[in-house]
């Protein structure tokens, strides 16, 4: 199974910076990390598609929620805006 490229918007790496919680930091960089052994890193996670957009999916971690799509053409994450 290939392991997927994650790539986030610069604005996901500005507000992880402003977490002020280092427990709830580490959380959120290893889930984001984790989407690159898709499919099987989502089996321990609390995902959900969102309604209304195409191929988007968020985690939850905490109160923080992690917006991502799969682009398995070239098989990589993106995180939007």
Same mark, same amino acid.
């Given at each position: @199974?290939?392991?997927?490229?994650?790539?986030?918007?610069? &604005?996901? #790496?500005?507000y992880? $910076? +402003? =977490? *002020? !919680?280092?427990?709830? *930091? %580490?959380?959120? $960089?290893?889930? !984001?990390?984790? #989407?690159? +052994?898709?499919?099987?890193?989502? &089996?321990? @996670?609390?995902?959900?598609? @969102? *309604? /209304?957009?195409?191929? %988007?999916?968020r985690? &939850?971690? /905490? +109160?923080?929620?992690?917006?991502f799509? =799969? +682009? *398995?053409?070239?098989?990589?994450? %993106?995180?939007?805006?």
């Amino acid at each position: @199974m290939p392991n997927y490229q994650v790539l986030a918007h610069h &604005r996901v #790496l500005n507000y992880i $910076k +402003d =977490v *002020k !919680i280092e427990n709830e *930091k %580490t959380r959120i $960089k290893e889930a !984001i990390e984790s #989407l690159a +052994d898709y499919p099987f890193s989502l &089996r321990n @996670m609390d995902v959900e598609k @969102m *309604k /209304g957009r195409e191929k %988007t999916f968020r985690i &939850r971690v /905490g +109160d923080h929620r992690i917006l991502f799509s =799969v +682009d *398995k053409r070239i098989e990589s994450y %993106t995180s939007p805006r």
